[in-house]
């Protein structure tokens, strides 16, 4: 039975490692829904409405895929969407506890939905968004890492920072 799955993070900026993600889902459920959490305590590097402009330009020739911001709890979101599944991924060990944790809370939050976790391919199971700013904050290339228009707004607005 395939379904409607959710996709939530924050994805400040998307890397290859979430593309990689949006792809394996998108040979797996029917409709996959990018969620785009407004996570004010993070301290964003990027507004949402960029993160999210960025992630449309970025899947656009993943047919299927569609690409939303959202506040408060993911799975009040769900359930609003109409969705069962959400899609989280595994980098590491590292990575497992607090996912376990999450998915664990909002099981108990809500019985009815189920956290499903994916696997990048191995050379992006190192990559994250955090660490990508750092390397570009010192002045590394990223195009290893993200596309090429997200390495140059990454490097744009430290520039203005
Ligand atoms: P969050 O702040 O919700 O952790 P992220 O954008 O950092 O937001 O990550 C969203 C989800 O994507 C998380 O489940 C994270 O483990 C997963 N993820 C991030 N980077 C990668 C990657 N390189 N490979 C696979 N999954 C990843």
Redesign the pocket.
């Known amino acids: 039975m395939c379904q409607k799955a959710i996709y ?5 900026p998307v ?1 290859y ?2 593309i ?2 949006i792809r394996r889902a998108q040979e797996i459920f029917s409709e996959v829904l990018v969620a785009v ?1 407004h ?1 004010p305590h ?1 301290k964003p590097l990027f507004s949402v409405k960029e993160r999210v402009a960025m992630l449309k330009k970025a899947v656009v020739d993943i047919p299927g895929i569609e690409i939303r911001d959202f506040s408060g709890l993911v799975i009040d979101f769900a359930k609003k969407e109409k969705a069962r599944v959400l899609i ?4 590491m060990i590292s ?1 497992f506890e607090y ?1 376990f944790q999450m998915a664990l809370t909002n099981r108990k939050l809500d019985p009815h939905i189920e956290t499903i976790f994916l696997m ?1 391919q191995e050379s ?2 190192y ?3 955090k660490l990508l700013k750092e390397a570009a904050s010192l002045g590394a290339s990223l195009s290893a890492f993200v596309p090429d228009f997200v390495e140059k707004a990454i490097k744009e607005k430290m520039r203005k920072e």
């Open positions: 939530p993070g924050s994805f400040d890397t490692g979430h990689d993600l959490a996570n993070k989280r991924g595994l980098r990575d996912e990048p992006y199971s990559l994250s968004s």
